[in-house]
Structure formats: structure tokens, C-alpha cells
């Protein structure tokens, strides 16, 4: 299960916060607060998740990858195991304030989602359409950056 996971601006910090604030917040509530209304999977977001034990222990954690958490999301969803959104769960977390952390950060994921986008999603939407897997053609649709 993907508990909401929201980022808050820091005080009085620079208005791009608020934009960001903003797009977290439709990125990680809007969209999988619909899903979860049309029984969808969601994707996983890195903080906020919840695992049985059984299926966790499986998982192969420690990857390397950079968005280690969408591809786990990705594995489940194949294997017809997918996360859920539990939007009665919430974590916050601040962005950083310094904006040398705030940039290393977003590169690290751009870098992830751009390598996801060329490596992973090719063979998913093959997967989904071949194994006639909704829940994972939904999830590739509903989270591609077009």
C-alpha cells in the first residue's frame, strides 16, 4: 500500500517552492486519489509505503537503482501484485532549503524517470497489452510524461 506522501514548502522560502508544492501535490494525491476511486493501482513514491512481510522479503532492494521505488512498483504490478493508495495514511516532509540539495535531488530523479522512461516502460506497455494486464496498462497511461 502508498500512503499520501505531500512535501511542504519551507517558510518563507522562494515562490518556485510553491509551485513545487503545488505539483507534489497533484502529483501525489490528485492522480492517485482518482485511481484509487476507479480501484487502480497506484505507483509507488518512495516514502509512505507498506508491505506484507511475505512479498517484501522478495523484493530486490538494493538495486542501485535510482528510482528504486517506482521499480518496484513496476515489478509487482507485472507480477499481478499491485500497490494500492491509502489516502487516509498521510507523510509530509519539507523540500530542502538549500538549493544545491533541492537541484541534486531533482536531478537524481529526472536521471531515474528519464532511464525508467527509455529502459522499462517499452517492455511494460509490451507486458500489459500481451498479458492483457488492466492494472498495468492503466498505471503505464496514467503515469506516462508525455
Same mark, same amino acid.
Given at each position: 500500500?502508498?500512503?499520501?506522501? !505531500?512535501?511542504?514548502?519551507?517558510?518563507?522560502? &522562494?515562490?518556485?517552492?510553491? =509551485?513545487?508544492? @503545488? %505539483?507534489?501535490?497533484?502529483? #501525489?494525491?490528485?492522480?492517485?486519489?482518482?485511481?484509487?476511486?476507479?480501484?487502480?493501482?497506484?505507483?509507488?513514491?518512495?516514502?509512505?509505503?507498506?508491505?506484507?512481510?511475505?512479498?517484501?522479503?522478495?523484493?530486490?532492494?538494493?538495486?542501485?537503482?535510482?528510482?528504486?521505488?517506482?521499480? !518496484?512498483?513496476?515489478?509487482?504490478?507485472?507480477? &499481478?501484485?499491485?500497490?494500492? =493508495?491509502?489516502? @487516509? %495514511?498521510?507523510?509530509?516532509? #519539507?523540500?530542502?532549503?538549500?538549493?544545491?540539495?533541492?537541484?541534486?535531488?531533482?536531478?537524481?530523479?529526472?536521471?531515474?524517470?528519464?532511464?525508467?522512461?527509455?529502459?522499462?516502460?517499452?517492455?511494460?506497455?509490451?507486458?500489459?497489452?500481451?498479458?492483457?494486464?488492466?492494472?498495468?496498462?492503466?498505471?503505464?497511461?496514467?503515469?506516462?510524461?508525455?
Amino acid at each position: 500500500m502508498q500512503a499520501c506522501y !505531500l512535501m511542504k514548502s519551507p517558510a518563507k522560502s &522562494a515562490i518556485n517552492h510553491g =509551485f513545487a508544492e @503545488f %505539483a507534489w501535490l497533484v502529483k #501525489n494525491w490528485s492522480r492517485p486519489l482518482g485511481l484509487w476511486r476507479l480501484n487502480c493501482p497506484v505507483q509507488l513514491m518512495g516514502t509512505g509505503m507498506i508491505f506484507p512481510w511475505k512479498v517484501i522479503r522478495s523484493a530486490p532492494l538494493a538495486s542501485g537503482d535510482l528510482v528504486e521505488d517506482m521499480s !518496484l512498483g513496476w515489478i509487482w504490478l507485472s507480477l &499481478a501484485r499491485p500497490p494500492c =493508495f491509502f489516502p @487516509f %495514511a498521510l507523510c509530509q516532509a #519539507n523540500f530542502p532549503c538549500r538549493t544545491r540539495a533541492a537541484d541534486s535531488q531533482r536531478q537524481r530523479w529526472v536521471q531515474g524517470h528519464n532511464r525508467d522512461d527509455l529502459e522499462k516502460r517499452p517492455s511494460l506497455l509490451f507486458c500489459a497489452i500481451t498479458r492483457g494486464n488492466l492494472d498495468l496498462l492503466v498505471l503505464w497511461v496514467a503515469y506516462a510524461r508525455l
